[in-house]
């Protein structure tokens, strides 16, 4: 793929899906599930505070007759709520609202009402920047503040499970660090060599993992040679995975805001899919996220049958 768009064409044929809503107070998420709901994508349950549900909806001109209002005292409660409702099946992906994301991950996590969870969790956006040539998946810049080796190994299997979910058969992954050679002085040096051997050794699924490697590398093959190294990749990489929460949070918002990209993001890790982007994005980018999530749950299904 190489635009957000074309997730949105896939997921028109994708079926139907009820998507739960943790805050539905905010307008850009109303606007985002009726025209999931315009698209047939299906319905919405809207956890939060139903009296200023129903007046953001009015204010926008929104009918809500084709969703469902759960009135919920608080964002606890709110999060809670559309977890339970995810968990039960009464919805098959779980979206972010005007919650805090720690407050819906605590809710997803809880271990006697939460979702099921396959492996550990980690965020990858999914992000369509002008000046790339394809679609960049970047994690873990939401969830996994410093990973270990051991849970870096799960955030690349988890962002290529996203990749295989957008038809990126065999997707190329830069483990990010500030050079390319291995420095034990610099940890994020010797986990992405690490990666890259398990890479070859086949432990991280059907993808090709590159590491230590810096960002402009990752993003343009001709820079190896300018550097006088014989470039891993052809073309640039599918999947850049960062060290830590700083970078990933820096190189996102650097990307979304100086490079004008747009995103969309969903958590990896539970049966159901959970999908998580700012509070502060627009409708679309809202609409694409419940797009990726569907896809997501389409290729859980696959892999259950």
Not at 87 to 98: F, P
Not at 176 to 199: C, F, G, I, Q
Not at 243 to 249: A, L, Q
Request: net charge neutral.
């Amino acid at each position: 793929m190489n635009s957000l768009d074309e997730i949105l064409e896939r997921a028109d044929r994708a079926g139907p899906c009820r998507v739960a809503v943790a805050g539905a107070e905010d307008p850009e998420v109303l606007r985002a599930v009726q025209e999931a709901q315009r698209r047939g994508w299906g319905s919405a349950l809207l956890a939060g505070d139903a009296r200023r549900v129903r007046r953001a909806a009015e204010q926008l001109g929104l009918s809500l007759a084709d969703h469902e209002v759960l009135d919920c005292g608080g964002p606890a409660e709110a999060a809670a709520r559309a977890v339970s409702e995810v968990r039960h099946g009464r919805a098959q992906i779980l979206l972010k609202g005007s919650v805090e994301t720690s407050v819906l991950l605590r809710a997803v996590l809880d271990k006697d009402r939460g979702l099921s969870v396959l492996r550990p969790l980690s965020h990858v956006a999914v992000m369509q920047v002008p000046s790339y040539p394809k679609l960049l998946l970047l994690t873990d810049g939401g969830v996994n503040i410093a990973p270990d080796l051991e849970r870096k190994a799960e955030i690349v299997r988890n962002a290529v499970s996203v990749a295989h979910a957008l038809g990126i058969a065999r997707p190329t992954v830069a483990a990010l660090a500030a050079v390319e050679r291995v420095d034990p002085k610099m940890p994020a040096t010797v986990d992405a060599a690490a990666l890259a051997v398990m890479s070859r050794r086949g432990q991280l699924g059907n993808c090709v993992v590159e590491g230590p490697v810096a960002f402009d590398l990752a993003i343009s093959p001709s820079h190896w040679l300018k550097k006088g190294m014989e470039p891993p990749f052809d073309e640039p990489v599918d999947i850049i995975v960062v060290p830590d929460i700083e970078v990933g949070n820096a190189l996102g918002k650097s990307l979304m805001l100086v490079g004008r990209a747009q995103t969309a993001g969903i958590v990896v890790g539970t049966r159901e899919p959970v999908v998580l982007l700012s509070r502060a994005d627009p409708s679309i980018n809202k609409l694409r996220c419940i797009g990726l999530g569907m896809l997501m749950r389409q290729r859980l299904g696959d892999q259950d049958a």
